[in-house]
């Protein structure tokens, strides 16, 4: 079946502009996990829900940040009033279960101007 | 610091030869541990994992990993490399009983393959 999903691939805009990042994940995956990640480094953990309960955002940068799934499905990650320094590649992934690994998406390439 | 090491930025073999991308993880209890793979352009694929048991840990692309505690490490291993492998590797680990926990991934090693 399709794989995690992210959309758009590529994100150009202009410092202080909004964004919304969408990770729409395999059908049917309880557990959805966002994460950044920097040129040269590792993915670094953002935030994650259980169906739409977010469980965990300590990795959320600042309250410039949010995400949500409101129906347990589709997630958007919001970027608001965007900095330089919020340029890197946003990574989605999601889990069937607890008892198993998380997949990956493509990711999508955000670059503040 | 609760981390995930890996010593080498980058690593170039030739193609043919072993290969050997090294992990180290400092957490206290055996956590969950991964070796994942990113080509160009691509997402994170799963190379391997171990959770338990046998600590020899066999994946995919004929890449196999294994866990030794005595040393907190986790490396990961081919006996042949083949130019489509030249990636980049991230080890990580799930650093606590609780499977629902983020993933911690190390800085990753970028593998270069001469013809």
């Known amino acids: 079946g399709a794989g995690v999903s992210q959309s758009p691939r590529y994100k150009v805009t202009k410092r202080g502009q909004d964004v919304a990042l969408r990770c729409d994940p395999i059908s049917g995956h309880v557990s959805l996990y966002w994460y950044r990640q920097a040129l040269g480094q590792g993915p670094e953990f953002l935030t994650y829900?259980?169906?739409?309960?977010?469980?965990?955002k300590s990795g959320l940068p600042n309250d410039r940040f949010s995400a949500e799934r409101p129906e347990g499905s589709i997630s958007t990650l919001t970027i608001q009033r965007t900095e330089q320094r919020d340029s890197a590649m946003y990574r989605c992934?999601?889990?069937?279960?607890?008892?198993?690994?998380?997949?990956f998406g493509p990711g999508t390439r955000l670059l503040v101007l | 610091a609760q981390s995930v090491t890996q010593p080498d930025i980058h690593i170039t073999v030739s193609e043919g030869a072993s290969l050997e991308l090294r992990c180290n993880y400092s957490?206290?209890?055996?956590?969950?541990l991964f070796w994942y793979v990113q080509s160009p352009g691509q997402g994170l694929q799963l190379l391997l994992k171990y959770f338990s048991g046998d600590t020899l840990v066999q994946g995919i692309k004929g890449f196999e990993a294994e866990f030794k505690r005595s040393q907190s490490s986790f490396n990961l291993r081919k006996p042949s490399v083949h130019w489509s492998d030249a990636a980049e590797y991230f080890c990580a680990v799930v650093p606590g009983v609780n499977r629902d926990d983020k993933i911690i991934f190390g800085k990753g090693t970028r593998l270069h393959i001469l013809p």
């Open positions: 957490y206290g209890a055996t956590p969950y």
């Open positions: 829900f259980n169906y739409e309960a977010q469980q965990d």
């Open positions: 992934a999601s889990r069937p279960s607890r008892f198993e690994t998380q997949y």
